[in-house]
């Protein structure tokens, strides 16, 4: 499985931007594999934000993006989006995309996109 992510840039606070991750597969239909996101603020460590199952039929939020994210996927075109409302300046990080977590949602996962880099000005 390759991952690679699009759409990061600047945004102001309050705005919004919609990135996505297109998947590469091999062997297997990508509507059989759950997917997440994550993000990586500067200096600090990879942080959840968000998970949807092979069927979107689960979906996960961390708290601190609940209701101002949401994750989305469309399995014909291979691609997983995050839609992001009422950005604010702590949203800035880089953000990942993942597939197949090994355990749980919100922990570790067997591949990983590059990031997108998401920049919200004041």
């Known amino acids: 499985v390759q991952l690679q992510a699009f759409g990061g840039g600047l945004v102001q606070a309050g705005g919004s931007l919609n990135i996505s991750c297109e998947a590469s597969?091999?062997?297997?239909?990508?509507?059989?594999?759950?997917m997440g996101w994550f993000r990586q603020a500067p200096g600090k460590g990879r942080e959840w934000i968000s998970a949807?199952?092979?069927?979107?039929?689960?979906?996960y939020y961390a708290d601190v993006v609940r209701g101002r994210f949401t994750i989305s996927r469309d399995n014909a075109k291979n691609t997983v989006y995050l839609q992001m409302n009422s950005l604010k300046r702590e949203d800035t990080a880089v953000y990942y995309c993942a597939a197949e977590p090994i355990y749980h949602p919100y922990g570790d996962y067997n591949y990983w996109g590059q990031g997108t880099l998401v920049t919200v000005s004041s």
């Open positions: 597969v091999t062997g297997r239909a990508f509507g059989s594999i759950d």
């Open positions: 949807i199952s092979w069927s979107g039929g689960s979906i």
